[in-house]
């Protein structure tokens, strides 16, 4: 995309383009790895809000350490350290650092919907909550994932992309924990690249920061929800909407985050690059779409089916699993493998079976450990 292709981008003429994002970005965060959300002012104290939060869900400071010259992550509101809870390595989310005696209401809210709803999720890849601190400061406790975010990761390694099997299994991670979320009424509304953290040794990915989370509501939900460059383009609005204002919107927003994390996965490239994140959300409300031309025809139909602009044509993360599962099963089956030596089956009938029928069914039992063996090696992630 050239700079005349990038101005056509543009929601207004490019001699207002200065005014016009300095109104937008007192609503909508500017760079890419912050939220859109309406935020009241930050000295702003609010002693009236009372936290509801189980005593079971709180654990006690003191057995916390933090190493606060080790951040592994930020946020608008927060900030992601190093720390030890039970000489166990945790991460540690402290909110509003620099403010903790002056937390804001909204952030409070925030933070007691994310604890809340942390709490309740049991899933392989869906980071575990440990627990939360309401002092000395507001923090969240989570397992710690070494392999940091894969948005760090795809920087690490770009241009190259991934391999396609790798790309396409941690994919299915993304998937089936947004298939648990929205089987239990939940919408994650953040669904990108540095909300996703990896393991160490980079096999198994797992789904964090639930700040916008939240139960999905048919009468309509405010707005404060994504960042733009991976905003459902129902979400998106070119005028600023008043604190509060609602928006009659569903869990197919995730569907349509999830598609540009899977585009950036098969390509290690971000999308609508070149683009300011306003005019990437706003280039989406028009219906444009990263380029598909040289990626697997399976990939292809489903990264359009996920981005459709009306989220009806959007599939369930039950549909997109099984996509992408099958996928990864033809993927294994057309890997170029010698087959395994078809083996006579013994007759479990004959009590008394001949030498020549007991080697008979040693080499079958050796030659199915062989099969087995090549299948799990076509499913790592190589």
Not at 309 to 314: E, G, T
Request: hydrophobic residues 35%; glycine residues 4%; aromatic residues 6%.
């Amino acid at each position: 995309m050239d700079a005349r292709e990038n101005a056509d981008l543009l929601p207004f003429p490019l001699n207002h383009l200065s005014n016009t994002l300095s109104r937008l970005t007192s609503f909508y965060k500017d760079d890419d790895d912050v939220e859109h959300h309406h935020e009241e002012e930050e000295d702003e104290m609010d002693n009236s809000f009372v936290f509801q939060i189980d005593q079971n869900l709180l654990i006690d400071p003191s057995l916390l350490s933090i190493d606060s010259d080790t951040m592994i992550g930020e946020g608008s509101y927060s900030t992601v350290h190093k720390g030890l809870y039970q000489n166990k390595a945790v991460a540690v989310k402290i909110i509003q650092p620099s403010h903790a005696s002056a937390v804001t209401r909204e952030h409070k809210e925030k933070f007691q919907r994310e604890v809340l709803m942390l709490s309740k999720m049991d899933h392989e890849n869906i980071v575990k909550f440990i627990g939360a601190t309401l002092e000395p400061s507001l923090m969240i406790v989570t397992e710690l994932m070494e392999g940091k975010t894969l948005q760090k990761y795809l920087w690490s390694v770009r241009p190259q992309p991934l391999g396609l099997k790798r790309s396409i299994t941690l994919a299915l991670d993304i998937s089936r924990a947004m298939e648990y979320l929205h089987a239990n009424g939940i919408i994650h509304r953040d669904l990108k690249p540095s909300n996703l953290l990896l393991t160490a040794d980079r096999t198994k990915l797992k789904l964090a920061d639930f700040g916008l989370a939240r139960e999905e509501d048919t009468d309509g939900m405010t707005c404060e929800a994504g960042t733009l460059r991976w905003m459902a383009p129902e979400l998106y609005s070119r005028d600023p909407l008043p604190v509060g204002a609602k928006k009659h919107y569903d869990h197919k927003v995730d569907v349509y985050s999830f598609s540009l994390v899977l585009w950036e996965l098969l390509t290690n490239k971000a999308p609508f690059k070149g683009t300011h994140s306003v005019s990437a959300a706003y280039a989406a409300s028009k219906n444009v779409r990263p380029s598909v031309e040289e990626l697997p025809e399976e990939m292809a139909s489903l990264l359009q089916s996920s981005w459709a602009a009306d989220p009806k044509s959007r599939p369930e993360f039950k549909e997109v699993t099984a996509a992408l599962t099958d996928f990864l099963v033809t993927l294994c089956l057309t890997v170029e493998t010698k087959p395994p030596k078809i083996a006579e089956i013994m007759d479990r009938s004959d009590p008394s079976p001949t030498e020549e029928d007991a080697a008979r069914g040693s080499r079958k039992h050796k030659a199915s450990g062989v099969f087995l063996a090549c299948w799990e090696d076509c499913l790592s992630c190589d």
